[in-house]
């Protein structure tokens, strides 16, 4: 179920982006609703979203750590507890968090 048009302007705010930046563009009508317009409001975009979910770029992860957009999705790790997770290593081969439990710089 998508979130309601309340609850996508409480996760925009507690993660301290603007609800533009909650917008997904590629696969959704963004481009024929017209909202890439700068002149539209928070309330319009919520709107749209609410008549349109697929609008709503996603995950957008709620932990007891915070709130945030995972794009990229290795993003999550900020929300997670230190030494949550063991080593992690993305199917293009990518280490995102090596032996040592640690993320590489």
């Known amino acids: 179920s998508p979130p309601s048009r309340t609850m996508v302007a409480q996760l925009a705010q507690r993660a301290g982006v603007a609800v533009r930046d909650l917008l997904r563009e590629k696969g959704t009508p963004f481009a024929e609703l017209g909202l890439g317009d700068p002149s539209l409001t928070d309330d319009q975009l919520l ?56 993320r590489p710089e």
Do not use: Q, W, Y
């Not at 929300?79 to 439990?101: C, H, R, S, W, Y």
């Open 47 to 102: 709107d749209a979203i609410a008549a349109h979910p697929i609008l709503m770029n996603r995950p957008v992860v709620v932990s007891p750590l915070g709130v945030k957009l995972c794009r990229p999705s290795e993003a999550v790790l900020d929300l997670l507890p230190e030494g949550a997770l063991g080593a992690f290593t993305k199917e293009d081969g990518e280490v995102v968090i090596d032996a040592d439990g640690r």
